[in-house]
């Protein structure tokens, strides 16, 4: 048990530095509970998000077919709300295939960067596994950055006899 138990609106008036004097025991809890509502409300925003689709779901594929319309942005009205209904574009392209297109536009004297967007990349693991003197050639061109710093908790239970 947790003495002085805060709740996650007693943060609100708390000031970081404040938070961070907090036990571990406090932050964990504090944490879970903040996890737990995130997911209450991500629950509640899908359930919410499937019912406005159903709703709005085929008058938007109709308003889109009038404008002529596979994808995209398209508004209509019920009464006084203007409903903005997007259908977002994916497109996956096969690696593969694209390879072959730029050897293909290289081979007959073209820039196959004028038509495609070429990268490499090199997988961390594959890299860790190289032999020293392969590393070596490729540091150069290698950055490391960090990303956004994540933590988790993990209450210990008591064992009582």
């Known amino acids: 048990m947790i003495p002085n138990r805060l709740s996650l609106d007693d943060l609100r008036t708390m000031q970081i530095r404040e938070i961070a004097a907090l036990s571990a025991e406090q932050l964990a809890s504090l944490h879970d509970d903040a996890a737990g509502q995130l997911r209450a409300a991500k629950t509640l925003c899908d359930w919410l998000n499937g019912a406005i689709a159903l709703k709005y779901g085929d008058r938007a594929t109709e308003a889109r077919r009038a404008e002529g319309k596979d994808t995209g942005t398209i508004r209509f ?12 574009k994916r497109v996956d392209w096969d ?64 064992v009582t006899k």
């Open 77 to 88: 009205e019920d009464g006084a709300v203007t409903v903005i209904a997007d259908l977002p």
């Open 95 to 158: 690696q593969t295939k694209l390879a072959a297109l730029a050897e293909s536009i290289k081979a007959d004297g073209g820039d196959p960067a004028e038509y495609v967007d070429i990268s490499f990349d090199v997988a961390e693991r594959k890299y860790s596994a190289w032999p020293a003197h392969i590393r070596t050639a490729f540091e150069g061109a290698r950055t490391v950055r960090t990303g956004k710093p994540r933590f988790r908790f993990s209450l210990n239970e008591e």
